[in-house]
C-alpha cells in the first residue's frame, strides 16, 4: 500500500523564481492538502483540493498556487520566491467522505530560497 | 491568541517514566483532535486521534479529550530514547473538508 509520495526531496531556487512541487496521495485517498512549515513552527495550511478544485485556502498570497490531476495527484505551485517561502512543503492526503478526517503526511519537500 | 497552542519546552522526562504533553485549543467548534509526531528533519507522523471526550488509549499512548475546557493531553508511558521527538498538536472542525490547525509543537526530550 503506497503511501504520500513528494517530490524532489530537496531544492534549491533564487529569489524571482518560480516552483513547482508534486505529490501523489496514498492509494484510496482524493483530496490534497498543503501545508508550509517554518523551522520550529508546526505546518501552515496552504490549501486543499477535492475534485480537482481548490477546495479551501490559508492565509498565503496568490503566489501560491496549485491543481489536483484526475488521478488526484498534485502540484503546489510558488511564483516570485522570497527569501521568506524557505520551508519545509509538506502533502497530506485523505478521503472526502471516509470514516474519519485523519491526514497523512508526505515526507516533503524542503524548498531552500537563496 | 493562537489558534492551538502547546508549551514549546523541551520537556525533558527519564526513560521508563510518563510524559505527558498538553495543548489548548481556541475554536469550539473543533472536533477532531490529533497527535503528531515529528523527528528532526522529518515529516509528521500520526500518532493518535480522538473526536469524544474522555480517554483514548492505544499501546503506551493515551489522549484525553475536555471540550468543556478546550483542552486536549497525550500521554505516554514506559517513556523509551525513541520517544525523543516533536510532538504536534493538531484540530479540526471535522468534516473532510476541513483544515487542520496545527500547534507550534512540543521538544520530547528522554534522557536514560
Known amino acids: 500500500d503506497a503511501g504520500v509520495t513528494q517530490s524532489p526531496t530537496h531544492l534549491i531556487k533564487t529569489r524571482g523564481q518560480q516552483v513547482t512541487l508534486r505529490c501523489s496521495p496514498k492509494?484510496?485517498?482524493?483530496?490534497v492538502s498543503w501545508y508550509q512549515q517554518a523551522l520550529g513552527q508546526g505546518p501552515q495550511f496552504i490549501f486543499q483540493?477535492?475534485?480537482?478544485?481548490?477546495?479551501q485556502r490559508g492565509n498565503f498570497p496568490d503566489r501560491f498556487s496549485g491543481h489536483q490531476f484526475p488521478n488526484y495527484s498534485s502540484e503546489l505551485n510558488v511564483n516570485a520566491l522570497l527569501l521568506g517561502d524557505s520551508a519545509l512543503y509538506l502533502c497530506?492526503?485523505?478521503?472526502?467522505?471516509?470514516?474519519?478526517?485523519?491526514?497523512?503526511f508526505g515526507p516533503g519537500t524542503r524548498l531552500t530560497v537563496l | 491568541q493562537k489558534e492551538v497552542e502547546q508549551n514549546s519546552g523541551p520537556l525533558s522526562v527519564p526513560e521508563g517514566a510518563i510524559a505527558s504533553l498538553n495543548c489548548t485549543y481556541s475554536?469550539?467548534?473543533?472536533?477532531?483532535f490529533f497527535w503528531y509526531r515529528q523527528y528532526s528533519g522529518k515529516s509528521p507522523e500520526l500518532i493518535m486521534f480522538?473526536?469524544?471526550?474522555g480517554d483514548k488509549e492505544d499501546g503506551r499512548f493515551t489522549a484525553q479529550l475536555n471540550k468543556a475546557s478546550q483542552y486536549v493531553s497525550l500521554l505516554i508511558r514506559d517513556s523509551q530514547p525513541s520517544d525523543s521527538a516533536t510532538y504536534l498538536c493538531?484540530?479540526?472542525?471535522?468534516?473532510?473538508?476541513?483544515?487542520?490547525?496545527f500547534g507550534s509543537g512540543t521538544r520530547l526530550s528522554i534522557r536514560p
Open positions: 493538531a484540530v479540526s472542525r471535522g468534516s473532510s473538508a476541513s483544515k487542520i490547525i
Open positions: 483540493y477535492y475534485e480537482e478544485e481548490e477546495r
Open positions: 475554536d469550539r467548534g473543533s472536533q477532531s
Open positions: 497530506a492526503s485523505s478521503l472526502d467522505g471516509g470514516a474519519t478526517d485523519t491526514q497523512y
Open positions: 480522538i473526536y469524544s471526550n
Open positions: 492509494s484510496g485517498h482524493d483530496t
